[in-house]
């Protein structure tokens, strides 16, 4: 499978992604799922991928050459010219399509779904940041302060330590701190997602960075980070009284449930 | 959507499930998805459920009376005469067989796939506490000291803190309380799993329990753990290091993998 995070921050944009697919639990093999798009100076982008590798690779591929044109006598938009975050992500969406024109049938044909999911962010000078999940069909959605940040691949076992610490003021190195454990969480529980991984850190309104790293298991840093969170889960665990009886079952103010009634013979009715 | 989750332990047998339903998120319900079969001093059992609602309730209605005849002379084994929990998991899975042989052809034709899973644990008088989980096919796996829990429905939230907390050797309290930070966790980030919770605490070599509550969100102790886990996981989180970028970038020894190379020009190449 995959887990890759992007995070919209007022301070910038944090990037992580694993880089283990696999075909069956049988078939393992690594391919890295971030790609780093940098014109220093006018624009910075990065793209994350999850689902089929063949499609993702093949959109990667198409992507670097991607020409969307409105009409007939209009210049062309590449990711490299677009003058707006959104103008690249319509690119983007449009090299998906081709990928689904070219491939779809074919796959449909061999029982395979036309599946892959994408989050594309940066900045292009004259704009803010901005941060895209883009689906399958290449259409796409935005994040906003509500919801800045997008997971794809397997995205459930390192979603609620993003919910509980990520806001548009949380600081970058805070951010990147709370991807990697979104990360450990999510190794931890599923086999398929695995190091090395990548992470990229922009700050706002640089269109560069050189914030870029390659995080394997020999990493002092990420090593700390698994053992510590570990740890201290089971201490804070530990440190919660264990229920008592009496308590539980005193019924409290408002309830109305009451507890199950056993089934004690054949002929009895459960309702 | 539902959560159920069964442990078993040296010391007795945790159970506890959630009592939400829906068709659609437009369409949620209240069904409770345990129910207690007591024989004082003889057997105890508990059947936990999730998957079609329509199959679970006809699971649990047939099983009742539903009879297992080895050959056409011997005697029918039921739940309630049952010499061995397996036994009671054959009988339970031939009810699941039943329904699928009265319904399945006609879910098909409506494009709805036979989904029921289900927990089934106890213990029967002259052999020790068992727990199975139970398939749509009516084939069943049992726990062993190495997997000691198995969870119905949504379980990816609340499975690592059974991971991190759970062996033969936990104590049944300190098992409760982690069955309750599981559910507390899936609750918080999947909305089709919501109360009131059943809880049932069994001790080993009882053949019965008291220990049967219903749980809302007016439980003191439950209030208590979702605010106390909540805060203290946050606690934990501040605590740990952010990442210093000098030393992220440092080789560390063993490390092969090096930082992803930028994309720079539409002609570059991705690798």
Known sequence: MTYCVGIKLNAGLVFLSDSRTNAG?????????MIVYEKPGDRFMVLLSAGNLSISQSVREILQVEQLKERE?????????????FDAARVLGQAVRHVYDRDAAALKYSGVEFNVNLIFGGQIRGEGMRL?????????????????????????????VLDRVITPDTPLE???????????????????????LDLVVYE??????????????????????????????????????????????APAGGSINKPLKKITRPEEKLI
């Open 174 to 196: 805070e951010a990147a701190k709370c991807a990697l454990v979104s990360m450990d969480s999510t190794m931890k529980s599923n086999l398929s997602v695995g190091p090395p």
């Open 73 to 85: 006598d209009s210049e062309p938009v590449t990711i490299w010219n677009a003058t707006s975050m």
């Open 132 to 160: 895209f999940q883009v689906y399958s069909a290449g259409n796409f959605i935005e994040a906003t302060p509500e919801t800045p940040y997008f997971q794809v691949g397997e995205y459930k076992y390192g979603k609620p």
């Open 25 to 33: 639990v049988d078939n393992i093999s690594t391919f890295r799922k």
């Open 204 to 249: 706002a309104n640089r269109f560069e960075t050189e914030q870029i790293v390659c995080i394997d298991m020999q990493n002092p840093y990420f090593r700390m980070l698994h053992s510590s969170w570990g740890q201290k889960l089971r201490e804070v665990f530990d440190s919660l009284d264990d229920p008592v009886w009496d308590d539980m079952k």
